[in-house]
C-alpha cells in the first residue's frame, strides 16, 4: 500500500459554536500553521454546497508562544466570509500543503440561515417620520424568489404596492441576487390617514409570506374618512391582569404515594382543573402524580406548569411506570363514567392497586337527562338493552354501582353525593377551589371599561362555561334576565366564554345577542382578567336533582375575584348566608336574576358588602392546599 | 354605580372607534409577529430537517464504521486466538525442544562413550584379529602337521604288520576292561 506523506497541520476554529451562519452569511476566524512550509498556508472553507476562499489574514500574537520555532505563526490568523444556500454542512477546514493539494485540518458542521427577505422604503424619504399624503417608494428583495404581491404596512392601514420597478443599484449591492435589478415598489395610491412604524409585508409565489422592517414612520393624521376629532396617536387601552401570584411549597410528606388519576375527558374539562389543582398540590408535596385522559393530550397545554404526567388512555394501558420504578399505589377514578371505570378496572387488576372513586354529580340524572329518559325507566331495563344505550362518557347505573361498591373508598365533591355510596363506605368530601395563582380579589379596570361600557352605567355580567343538556334550562333564564333588565332600561353586558353544545336560546338568540360578548373557549388561566371586567357573577339554577349534587367549579372561583354572587340556594348555596355571603335566591331564573342585579346596583351598600363578603368566604373556605392535604391524608389511610 | 357623571353617547361611540382602530393596529402588529415567526420557524424546521438529514447521514456512517469495526474486531479475535494457539504450540516446541536438547547432549555424551567404547572395542578386535590370525597361521600348521600325522597313521595302518597285529591290540583292550 502507498502511503501519501501528510504535511504537518496545526490549526483551530474560534467562531463561537455550532458555527451559524447567519442570514446565511458566514464569518469564520481561526489559525492555521504548516510546520513545512515558512508561511502560514492558504485556507478555505469547503462543503457540499460550495467552498469559500480565505477572506483576509490576521495576525496573532498568542499563537507564537505555543509554536515559537515556526516564524509565520506571528501571521497564522485568517477570516473567511462569504454566502452559502441555506443548510446545514459537514465543513471541512482545509490548508494548501507543500505540495499545492489541500489538506483537513479540522472538521465541524455548519448551518447557514436562508437570506432574509430584504426591503426598505427610499422615496420620498429612507429614514424618519412621513406626515404627507404621497406616493411612497422602495425596493423589496428575496434572493431567488420572486415576490407575487406587496403591502405596505402601517398602524391600522395596509396599502398595496406595484412590482418589477427597475432598480439599477441593487445589483451591485446584492450581487448574489439575480432579481434585485427589478426589485423597486412603488404604493399604488396616496397614503391615508394612520399611524405608526412602517413594514413591508410581501407574500412570494411559494405562497409564504415575508415581513421587513424599515426606518420610516408613517404619520398621517386625517384623510376623507378619519377626522381631526380622531387621535390615531393614543395609546390602546390594555385589558390589564395577567398577573399571578407566586404559591409557596406545601411541607414534604415521608410516605411519598404513587397517584395515577384516571378522567372522563380531556384537560380542558372542568374535571380536569379540580385533578390538575389537586394532582399538582400532591406532587408539591412529594407525591408522584399521573393524570390519563382519553383522547386530546395537547390539551395538557391549558394548564400552566402542571407538576404531574399527563398521558392517554392507551399511554397507561401500554406502560404505566412512575418515576421511582414502581407501580401506582392508588388509582383516583373521577366519576364512574364507564370509560373511567373500565381502565381504573384493568390497571388496578394488573397492578394491584387501590381504588378511590371520584363524584363530582348526580350521574343518574346526568344519564337521563342526556338520553332523554327518566332515570326509573332506565333502570327497568335489561342488562343487554342497557349495555347498548350507555355510552362510554356516561355512567351505567349498574356498573357504576358494583365499581363503587368494589372500590377502597370515595371523595364527593358534596356531601347530598354520599346518599350514592354504600353504608359505611370509606369517603370524604373533597372542597373544590380556585388556583390561587390566578383567582383573588381584583379591582375593576376603570379604564378598560369606559372602553368596553358603549352605553352609560352598564353592569357587566360574566359567566365561564359551556352550556350543555343538563344546565341549557338555567343558562336560557341567565341570558333571558340579559335581555329582560335591558329591556328595562337597566343596561347589562354578559362576558361569556365556553362553547354551546346545545342550541338553548330559541327565539331570544338574535334578541339579546348585543348585550353578550362570547368569546368563545379560551384559557382558563385567562379568565381572571376577564372576570375582574365584570360586576356580579351570576350563577342561574335553582334545587333540583342535578344542582343539588354538585358543585360548580366556577363558583369558587366567582368568590375568589371579590364581586357579590348571586346564585341559587342549592349546592353551594344552600350553605350561604343571603345578603352577607352573597346574593342568594331560592330560584335563580331570569326574574330573581333580574331582581338580584337591580337591586345591586342601586344598593352600593349591600354591593360593597357581598363584594367584601366573597372574598372573605373564599378565603375561609376555598384552598386547594387544605383540600389536598385532607385527600393526602385520605389515602395514607387507604394504602397502609 | 351611578356616582360618575355620564360621557355623551358620541364621546363613547369616538372612544370606541378610537379603541377599535387601535385594536386593528395591535391586531396587524401581531399578525405581522405571528406570520414572521411562523417563517421563522419555517427555516428552522428546515435547518432542523437538514441537521437531521446530516445526522442521519453520519449514523449511518457510524454504522458502517461500527460494522467495519466489529468486523475488525472479529478479526482480531480470531488473530488473538491465533496467536494464543501458535503461542502454545510455540511453548509445547519450545519444551520438545529442550527434551530434545536434553536428549541430544545425553546421546551426545552416548556417543563418545560409545565412540571410545568402539575405540576399546576395535582394538580388541584388532587384538583378537591379530590373534585368530595367529591361531589360524599355528591351526594351518596344526592342520598341516595333521594331515601329515594322519598320513602317517593311514599308511601305517595300511601297512602289514599292523593288520596282522590287529588281534594283539583287541587281547590287550580286553585286558585293560576288566582291569578297570
Known amino acids: 500500500m502507498n502511503r501519501v506523506a501528510k504535511d504537518r497541520l496545526h490549526g483551530e476554529i474560534e467562531t463561537a459554536r455550532p458555527l451559524l451562519a447567519r442570514e446565511g452569511k458566514v464569518a469564520v476566524i481561526g489559525w492555521c500553521l504548516n510546520e513545512d512550509l515558512p508561511v502560514a498556508p492558504p485556507v478555505r472553507l469547503t462543503t457540499p454546497a460550495g467552498t469559500l476562499p480565505m477572506t483576509s489574514r490576521l495576525d496573532r500574537n498568542d499563537v507564537p508562544r505555543l509554536f515559537p520555532s515556526l516564524p509565520a505563526a506571528g501571521q497564522c490568523g485568517f477570516a473567511i466570509e462569504g454566502v452559502l444556500p441555506a443548510g446545514v454542512y459537514p465543513a471541512r477546514f482545509e490548508a494548501q500543503t507543500t505540495d499545492g493539494s489541500w489538506q483537513c485540518f479540522k472538521t465541524l458542521s455548519l448551518a447557514v440561515e436562508p437570506t432574509p427577505f430584504r426591503a426598505a422604503l427610499d422615496e420620498p424619504i429612507g429614514q424618519g417620520i412621513l406626515c404627507d399624503r404621497v406616493r411612497v417608494g422602495g425596493w423589496a428583495l428575496q434572493s431567488g424568489e420572486t415576490l407575487s404581491e406587496l403591502v405596505l404596512r402601517y398602524g391600522h392601514r395596509e396599502l398595496p404596492c406595484t412590482l418589477l420597478h427597475p432598480r439599477n443599484d441593487l445589483p451591485a449591492l446584492f450581487p448574489e441576487a439575480p432579481n434585485a435589478v427589478l426589485a423597486g415598489f412603488e404604493s399604488r395610491d396616496c397614503l391615508v390617514a394612520g399611524h405608526g412604524p412602517v413594514r413591508l409585508r410581501g407574500r412570494l409565489a411559494n405562497g409564504r409570506i415575508v415581513i421587513a422592517s424599515t426606518k420610516v414612520i408613517f404619520s398621517i393624521p386625517t384623510d376623507e374618512n378619519h377626522g381631526p376629532e380622531l387621535d390615531l396617536t393614543a395609546s390602546r387601552t390594555i385589558l390589564p391582569g395577567g398577573n399571578c401570584i407566586p404559591t409557596d411549597t406545601p411541607p414534604l410528606t415521608d410516605r411519598p404515594l404513587n397517584i395515577l388519576f384516571v378522567l372522563h375527558g380531556s384537560f380542558g374539562s372542568n374535571s380536569a382543573l379540580h385533578v390538575a389543582a389537586l394532582a399538582n398540590e400532591l406532587v408539591a408535596a412529594g407525591h408522584a402524580c399521573a393524570v390519563a385522559v382519553p383522547e386530546d393530550i395537547e390539551t395538557l397545554a391549558h394548564h400552566v406548569r402542571p407538576l404531574f404526567r399527563g398521558l392517554t388512555y392507551e399511554d397507561a394501558e401500554r406502560s404505566l411506570t412512575f418515576a421511582n420504578g414502581r407501580d401506582p399505589d392508588l388509582i383516583h377514578a373521577w366519576t364512574t363514567r364507564e370509560n373511567v371505570r373500565q381502565l381504573t378496572q384493568k390497571l388496578a387488576d394488573r397492578h394491584r392497586s387501590k381504588i378511590v372513586v371520584h363524584l363530582e354529580d348526580n350521574e343518574q340524572e346526568i344519564l337521563a337527562l342526556s338520553l332523554g329518559r327518566n332515570f326509573s325507566d332506565l333502570e327497568k331495563l335489561s342488562d343487554a338493552e342497557l349495555e347498548q344505550l350507555v355510552p362510554a362518557d356516561l355512567s351505567h347505573p349498574r356498573h357504576a354501582r358494583r365499581f363503587l361498591a368494589a372500590s377502597h373508598g370515595a371523595t364527593v365533591i358534596t356531601d347530598r353525593l354520599r346518599e350514592f355510596l354504600p353504608p359505611g363506605h370509606a369517603c370524604l368530601t373533597l372542597s373544590p377551589a380556585a388556583d390561587s395563582r390566578y383567582f383573588f380579589p381584583r379591582s375593576i379596570p376603570r379604564e378598560f371599561r369606559q372602553v368596553l361600557d358603549v352605553v352609560p352605567h352598564t353592569t357587566v355580567l360574566f359567566y365561564h362555561g359551556n352550556v350543555h343538556a343538563s344546565n341549557a334550562a338555567e343558562m336560557r333564564e341567565l341570558y333571558t334576565a340579559v335581555l329582560q333588565l335591558n329591556g328595562e332600561g337597566h343596561p347589562v353586558t354578559l362576558i361569556r366564554t365556553g362553547l354551546d353544545r346545545v342550541d338553548f336560546l330559541g327565539p331570544i338568540a338574535g334578541e339579546v345577542a348585543p348585550f353578550v360578548i362570547e368569546l368563545g373557549q379560551i384559557r382558563h388561566q385567562w379568565h381572571p382578567a376577564l372576570m375582574a371586567l365584570a360586576d356580579i357573577f351570576v350563577q342561574p339554577g335553582r334545587p333540583d336533582a342535578f344542582n343539588d349534587y354538585r358543585f360548580p367549579s366556577k363558583l369558587p372561583e366567582f368568590f375568589s375575584l371579590g364581586r357579590p354572587v348571586v346564585l341559587p340556594r342549592t349546592n353551594l348555596g344552600a350553605s350561604l348566608r343571603h345578603g352577607i355571603d352573597a346574593y342568594v335566591l331560592d330560584q335563580a331564573d331570569a326574574a330573581g336574576i333580574v331582581r338580584a342585579v337591580r337591586e345591586l346596583r342601586c344598593d352600593r351598600l349591600l354591593y360593597d358588602r357581598l363584594a367584601q363578603g366573597a372574598a372573605d368566604f373564599a378565603a375561609q373556605h376555598f384552598s386547594w392546599r387544605r383540600t389536598a392535604q385532607a385527600l393526602a391524608k385520605f389515602y395514607a389511610a387507604l394504602t397502609v | ?180
Open chain 2, 1 to 180: 354605580m351611578k356616582s360618575e357623571p355620564a360621557p355623551s353617547e358620541t364621546v363613547i361611540l369616538q372612544r370606541l372607534r378610537q379603541q377599535l382602530i387601535l385594536s386593528q393596529v395591535r391586531i396587524m402588529e401581531l399578525e405581522d409577529i405571528r406570520d414572521k415567526s411562523s417563517g421563522r420557524c419555517t427555516d428552522a424546521e428546515k435547518l432542523t430537517e437538514a441537521a437531521q438529514c446530516l445526522v442521519d447521514q453520519k449514523l449511518e456512517e457510524a454504522g458502517h464504521l461500527a460494522k467495519v469495526h466489529d468486523e475488525l474486531q472479529a478479526q482480531f479475535e480470531h488473530m488473538r486466538h491465533m496467536q494464543h494457539v501458535t503461542n502454545e504450540a510455540l511453548n509445547l516446541t519450545r519444551v520438545q525442544l529442550a527434551s530434545c536438547a536434553e536428549n541430544r547432549a545425553q546421546l551426545q555424551g552416548d556417543v563418545v562413550l560409545l565412540t571410545s567404547q568402539n575405540a576399546r572395542l576395535s582394538n580388541t578386535v584388532t587384538d583378537l584379529n591379530r590373534q585368530l590370525t595367529e591361531s589360524n597361521t599355528i591351526s594351518t600348521a596344526r592342520l598341516e602337521q595333521i594331515n601329515q600325522l594322519q598320513g602317517e597313521i593311514r599308511t601305517l595302518k595300511a601297512t602289514r604288520s599292523w593288520r596282522w597285529t590287529g588281534w594283539l591290540r583287541t587281547i590287550g583292550r580286553t585286558l585293560s576292561n576288566r582291569k578297570s
